[in-house]
Nanobody
Framework: QVQLVESGGGLVQAGGSLRLSCAASGNIFSINAMGWYRQAPGKQRELVAAITTGGHINYADSVKGRFTLSRDNAKNTVYLQMNSLEPEDTAVYYC??????????WGKGTLVTVSS
Protein backbone atom coordinates (compact mmCIF):
# COMPACT_ATOMS: atom_id res chain seq x y z
CA GLN A 1 0.00 0.00 0.00
CA VAL A 2 1.38 3.37 -1.10
CA GLN A 3 -0.05 6.83 -0.60
CA LEU A 4 0.96 9.77 -2.77
CA VAL A 5 0.30 13.40 -1.90
CA GLU A 6 1.01 16.16 -4.40
CA SER A 7 1.50 19.80 -3.60
CA GLY A 8 2.85 22.95 -5.17
CA GLY A 9 0.27 23.73 -7.80
CA GLY A 10 -1.08 27.20 -8.29
CA LEU A 11 -1.60 30.09 -10.65
CA VAL A 12 1.39 31.60 -12.42
CA GLN A 13 1.97 33.84 -15.39
CA ALA A 14 3.49 32.58 -18.59
CA GLY A 15 7.24 32.38 -18.25
CA GLY A 16 7.04 31.72 -14.54
CA SER A 17 8.06 28.69 -12.53
CA LEU A 18 6.56 26.24 -10.10
CA ARG A 19 7.89 23.25 -8.24
CA LEU A 20 5.59 20.34 -7.60
CA SER A 21 6.21 17.87 -4.81
CA CYS A 22 5.00 14.32 -4.37
CA ALA A 23 5.47 12.70 -1.00
CA ALA A 24 5.19 8.93 -0.87
CA SER A 25 4.31 6.97 2.23
CA GLY A 26 3.43 3.43 3.11
CA ASN A 27 5.30 0.56 1.55
CA ILE A 28 7.73 2.73 -0.36
CA PHE A 29 10.05 -0.19 -0.98
CA SER A 30 7.46 -1.69 -3.27
CA ILE A 31 7.83 1.22 -5.70
CA ASN A 32 9.62 0.46 -8.92
CA ALA A 33 9.24 3.83 -10.63
CA MET A 34 7.64 7.21 -10.10
CA GLY A 35 6.55 9.95 -12.39
CA TRP A 36 4.27 12.82 -13.18
CA TYR A 37 1.27 12.87 -15.46
CA ARG A 38 -0.98 15.72 -16.38
CA GLN A 39 -4.46 16.09 -17.74
CA ALA A 40 -5.65 19.29 -19.34
CA PRO A 41 -9.34 20.07 -19.78
CA GLY A 42 -10.77 18.08 -22.64
CA LYS A 43 -7.57 16.10 -23.14
CA GLN A 44 -6.34 12.69 -22.13
CA ARG A 45 -3.87 12.16 -19.36
CA GLU A 46 -0.31 12.18 -20.59
CA LEU A 47 3.06 11.31 -19.15
CA VAL A 48 5.16 14.35 -18.30
CA ALA A 49 8.25 12.82 -16.74
CA ALA A 50 9.22 9.59 -15.05
CA ILE A 51 12.19 8.16 -13.23
CA THR A 52 12.95 4.48 -13.48
CA THR A 53 14.49 2.07 -11.01
CA GLY A 54 17.92 2.68 -12.47
CA GLY A 55 17.57 6.42 -12.15
CA HIS A 56 16.91 7.14 -15.80
CA ILE A 57 14.56 10.02 -16.43
CA ASN A 58 12.33 10.43 -19.44
CA TYR A 59 10.52 13.61 -20.40
CA ALA A 60 7.73 14.34 -22.78
CA ASP A 61 8.97 16.23 -25.80
CA SER A 62 6.71 19.13 -24.93
CA VAL A 63 8.45 19.76 -21.61
CA LYS A 64 12.01 18.71 -22.36
CA GLY A 65 14.41 21.48 -21.46
CA ARG A 66 11.86 23.26 -19.31
CA PHE A 67 10.90 20.69 -16.67
CA THR A 68 13.22 18.79 -14.38
CA LEU A 69 12.32 15.71 -12.37
CA SER A 70 14.31 15.02 -9.22
CA ARG A 71 14.11 12.68 -6.27
CA ASP A 72 15.02 12.93 -2.62
CA ASN A 73 15.19 9.40 -1.31
CA ALA A 74 15.66 10.51 2.28
CA LYS A 75 12.36 12.36 2.14
CA ASN A 76 10.57 9.81 -0.05
CA THR A 77 9.68 12.70 -2.30
CA VAL A 78 9.90 13.44 -5.99
CA TYR A 79 9.80 16.91 -7.45
CA LEU A 80 8.92 18.44 -10.75
CA GLN A 81 10.60 21.77 -11.33
CA MET A 82 8.69 23.57 -14.05
CA ASN A 83 10.30 26.58 -15.70
CA SER A 84 9.27 28.75 -18.61
CA LEU A 85 5.69 27.73 -18.11
CA GLU A 86 3.27 28.17 -20.96
CA PRO A 87 -0.51 28.35 -21.01
CA GLU A 88 -0.46 24.94 -22.67
CA ASP A 89 1.00 23.54 -19.46
CA THR A 90 -2.24 24.24 -17.64
CA ALA A 91 -3.51 20.95 -16.28
CA VAL A 92 -4.05 18.86 -13.21
CA TYR A 93 -0.74 17.21 -12.45
CA TYR A 94 -0.79 13.75 -10.94
CA CYS A 95 1.97 11.89 -9.22
CA UNK A 96 2.12 8.20 -10.00
CA UNK A 97 4.04 5.27 -8.61
CA UNK A 98 4.46 1.91 -10.26
CA UNK A 99 5.02 -1.03 -7.93
CA UNK A 100 6.91 -4.15 -8.83
CA UNK A 101 3.61 -5.98 -8.70
CA UNK A 102 0.03 -4.84 -8.89
CA UNK A 103 -1.71 -1.71 -10.09
CA UNK A 104 -0.18 1.73 -10.18
CA UNK A 105 -0.80 4.22 -7.41
CA TRP A 106 -2.03 7.74 -8.05
CA GLY A 107 -2.16 10.94 -6.11
CA LYS A 108 -5.24 13.11 -6.13
CA GLY A 109 -3.60 15.74 -8.31
CA THR A 110 -2.60 19.37 -8.00
CA LEU A 111 -3.83 22.06 -10.35
CA VAL A 112 -1.40 24.17 -12.33
CA THR A 113 -2.82 27.17 -14.14
CA VAL A 114 -0.65 29.29 -16.40
CA SER A 115 -2.10 32.58 -17.52
CA SER A 116 -1.06 34.40 -20.67
Amino acid sequence: QVQLVESGGGLVQAGGSLRLSCAASGNIFSINAMGWYRQAPGKQRELVAAITTGGHINYADSVKGRFTLSRDNAKNTVYLQMNSLEPEDTAVYYCAAAPYEGMDYWGKGTLVTVSS
